[in-house]
Nanobody, 115 residues
Framework: QVQLMESGGGLVQAGGSLRLSCAAS????????MGWYRQAPGKQRELVAV??????NYAESVKGRFTVSRDNAKNTVHLQMNSLKPEDPAIYYC??????????WGKGTLVTVSS
């Protein structure tokens, strides 16, 4: 099993920044991708950003504002969120995917943006 622990969520004003971090532990071998998803109330969970094999993929809504980075040596993944908008609030979940396709999820961290 892979354990994922998120940190860094909170309340920020619109236009502000937050940095989310996620540390992986446990059976971390063969993790092929790590990244972030989010789920707002009444909506489905959606991809925010993911990094795999050195390549990154972002949701269109966050391109140019969010940056995902992975530190393989420390088994961590970060999400730098700048220029936060009123549509960004959600629970942000860390995700790790193994080569088998199995997904592992953190418990989530809440991001709130005040206008």
């Amino acid at each position: 099993q892979v354990q994922l622990m998120e940190s860094g969520g909170g309340l920020v004003q619109a236009g502000g920044s937050l940095r989310l971090s996620c540390a992986a532990s446990g059976s971390i071998f063969s993790i092929t991708a790590m990244g972030w998803y989010r789920q707002a109330p009444g909506k489905q969970r959606e991809l925010v950003a993911v990094v795999a094999s050195g390549s990154t993929n972002y949701a269109e809504s966050v391109k140019g504002r969010f940056t995902v980075s992975r530190d393989n040596a420390k088994n961590t993944v970060h999400l730098q969120m700048n220029s936060l908008k009123p549509e960004d609030p959600a629970i942000y979940y860390c995700n790790a995917k193994k080569y088998t396709g199995m997904d592992h999820w953190g418990k989530g961290t809440l991001v709130t943006v005040s206008s």
